[in-house]
């Protein structure tokens, strides 16, 4: 796993409450639109980014990162590993502080990148299993 206990509370606790969720769609099968659920719960605006931008949880859906009109705090990624390196590259891109891959989704380039641009970022755990446990 990438991003210790202290990363991962200070993502969650500390860095912002606006979360865009890459690849949340209104499937109620993928992992992503249960995630997004817990992390409403927690208090986080949760924005779907998913090329539909499909309103998901009462949010408003966006077709990219780029397409948002206001500052996300935290980009969560559930896109698979090898197109995960260009979300992280746009998250640098649209000013985000954090990048957190989701179980699964591992580019130790693009965690070196996102970390030497400056962003904390998680890779390989899932927010919605380690927030309540803080």
Same mark, same amino acid.
């Given at each position: 796993?990438?991003? *210790?206990?202290?990363?991962?509370? $200070? ?32 208090? $986080? ?6 090329? $539909? ?13 780029? *397409? ?6 935290? +980009? ?17 891109? +649209?000013?985000? $502080? ?23 970022? +998680? ?12």
């Amino acid at each position: 796993m990438y991003g *210790d206990a202290e990363t991962v509370r $200070k993502i969650l606790t500390g860095t912002g409450d606006t979360w865009a969720v890459v690849g949340l769609s209104n499937n109620t099968s993928r992992a992503a639109y249960g995630v997004a659920a817990v992390l409403q719960r927690f208090g $986080k605006r949760v924005v779907p980014v998913h090329p $539909k931008a499909e309103t998901v949880h009462g949010e408003q859906g966006y077709a990219s990162l780029a *397409d948002i009109p206001f500052p996300v705090d935290v +980009v969560d990624v559930f896109v698979n590993s090898a197109l995960a390196g260009d979300v992280a590259d746009e998250a640098v891109a +649209v000013g985000a $502080k954090a990048v957190w891959f989701q179980l699964g989704v591992i580019d130790e380039e693009a965690y070196a990148r996102t970390r030497a641009a400056g962003l904390d970022m +998680v890779m390989d755990r899932c927010p919605a299993i380690e927030i309540p446990q803080l």
